[in-house]
């Protein structure tokens, strides 16, 4: 398929994919809008797509410093990022540091129970289906990904929680658990795409003790805590002091 430049390639819940003139990249542009239980529930989260893209862009570059394989190329304003174009791999790759959420209510874990070793856990990215829970055994009688990239999905995975969990703590944020999403770039290469903000990472505020203020991600829109821009605004502001 040809395309020109700027054309609209593919609309999401929080960003929509242009083409660019260059080869093999695109353009990502972060949306306000926000989404929660599968999208039943929606909403606008003012100034959420600036704050995602900025945080995402600096996060981002911490990981390729730390020599992690992802699809930024660039920031070029508030909420549009250039990126390198991938084939997605349907596959959510969650990871858990300590239990909430889904794991909570589907175990009995008591909120904030430390997982040793962080649990890795794979979706499958099918909103029809609800985005079920996968064992590695489903996962590949599916043909969503082969032997050899599960392990490489696993293993970056690992890798990818020990410099953010690092990285927020410097922060005086707890990295819970979060979303990864991967893909193939045009030379077949394993990389990390989509984006790495409170919209897909629980975060909670360690100078807060108190459960609900503690919450600095999407589960104050989710719960209906409020205060969720300042939440964002304020994740933005600690990831950016601490960046290199």
Not at 16 to 23: C, K, W
């Amino acid at each position: 398929m040809t395309t020109s430049p700027d054309q609209k390639l593919y609309e999401g819940k929080a960003k929509i994919l242009y083409s660019t003139g260059a080869a093999n990249v695109l353009l990502s542009v972060f949306k306000d809008d926000a989404t929660a239980f599968n999208a039943q529930k929606r909403g606008t989260i003012q100034g959420k797509g600036a704050m995602n893209c900025t945080i995402s862009s600096h996060l981002f570059r911490q990981l390729e410093t730390a020599g992690i394989p992802t699809h930024f190329v660039g920031q070029l304003s508030e909420n549009e990022m250039q990126v390198k174009a991938v084939t997605i791999i349907p596959i959510e790759v969650v990871i858990r540091n300590l239990a909430a959420g889904s794991l909570c209510k589907q175990t009995g874990l008591e909120l904030g129970t430390l997982i040793a070793p962080p649990l890795v856990e794979f979706y499958y990215k099918n909103d029809e289906l609800g985005d079920p829970l996968l064992t590695r055994d489903r996962l590949l009688l599916m043909k969503l990904a082969t032997p050899d990239q599960v392990d490489q999905l696993a293993n970056l995975a690992l890798k990818i929680n020990k410099i953010l969990t690092d990285f927020f703590e410097d922060c005086g944020i707890t990295l819970v658990d979060f979303k990864l999403e991967f893909g193939l770039d045009h030379t077949q290469q394993l990389i990390l795409a989509d984006e790495i903000s409170p919209d897909t990472c629980r975060l909670w505020n360690q100078s807060e003790t108190d459960p609900s203020r503690r919450v600095m991600d999407k589960d104050r829109f989710r719960n209906d805590l409020g205060e969720i821009e300042s939440a964002y605004q304020l994740v933005m502001q600690r990831v950016l002091a601490h960046s290199i």
